[in-house]
């Protein structure tokens, strides 16, 4: 038996809770565990934000939706935006460990690119879709 | 999302409790920032009570350590709690804070 629930809000980083409840309580019926609800609350948080400021560039410039889909094998999250698309392949890898201790300048290091880093470590699956009328979508899949 | 600043003749001890997201993080950006524009670069960052941060907190306390490193300071962490550290774990940005069991110690490394 599949289930689905959408909900759709202002992009703001106010907003950003609310989703991540959301989507939590979608985690919570799936049967998911504290530890998974965690990561896919912090995926969903770092999916906004870059909504947010990569996407749209800065807060109230259109809305984010997201859907959970509950099936037998996965717990699917979409996002929707209507903002620019991006290439993921263009965000810089965080620095590895050793990289981060062979740095000489704290100055020199970036903490961009962390969202997306997390993404794909906290989530199975992370798919980025562009289409011209739907916008762009991101789907996350968590798998039960 | 709870700030609560000690200051100590040497140290600052600051308390931070909640969720750290980036509806809040400018906030505890901003208080760090006041402490490095009132000269005050030793700084314990006492996180047991967050109980959630995403990459925008890990933001906030990775300026907070590059501005108190260049003036000579540092930033030490008492007892992040287990989200916190599995975050910086997660980032691999664990090695570079020193981590400590309790305040009495972090403060008195300086």
């Known amino acids: ?144 | 999302m709870a700030i609560k600043v000690e200051s100590f003749k040497r140290v600052d001890l600051i308390e931070v409790s909640g969720r750290i997201d980036s509806s809040n993080a400018p906030e505890l950006d901003e208080t760090l920032k006041q402490l490095a524009d009132q000269d005050r670069h030793q700084l314990v960052l006492n996180l047991s009570q967050v109980d959630y941060m995403s990459s925008a907190g890990l933001r906030a306390i990775v300026t907070a350590l590059r501005a108190a490193k260049k003036s000579g300071g540092n930033v030490h962490l008492s007892q992040p709690s287990d989200r916190v550290r599995e975050v910086l774990e997660l980032a691999g940005l664990h090695t570079l804070f020193q981590i400590y069991e309790d305040d009495t110690a972090a403060v008195g490394d300086f």
């Open chain 1, 1 to 144: 038996m599949s289930q689905q629930k959408s909900l759709k809000v202002p992009g703001r980083y106010d907003q950003i809770r609310l989703i991540c409840e959301f989507v939590a309580e979608g985690a919570k019926a799936a049967r998911l565990d504290e530890d998974d609800i965690f990561h896919i609350e912090l995926a969903c948080d770092e999916a906004c934000t870059n909504i947010i400021e990569h996407a749209y560039g800065q807060e109230n410039s259109g809305p984010i939706e997201v859907t959970w889909q509950i099936n037998a094998h996965n717990f699917t999250i979409i996002f929707t935006d209507q903002g620019q698309s991006f290439d993921p392949d263009q965000v810089p890898l965080p620095l590895s460990t050793q990289e981060l201790q062979n740095l000489d300048n704290l100055d020199d290091l970036k903490v961009g690119g962390l969202g997306l880093h997390f993404m794909k470590k906290l989530m199975d699956e992370v798919i980025f879709a562009f289409d011209k009328e739907k916008g762009n979508q991101l789907i996350m899949i968590k798998k039960l």
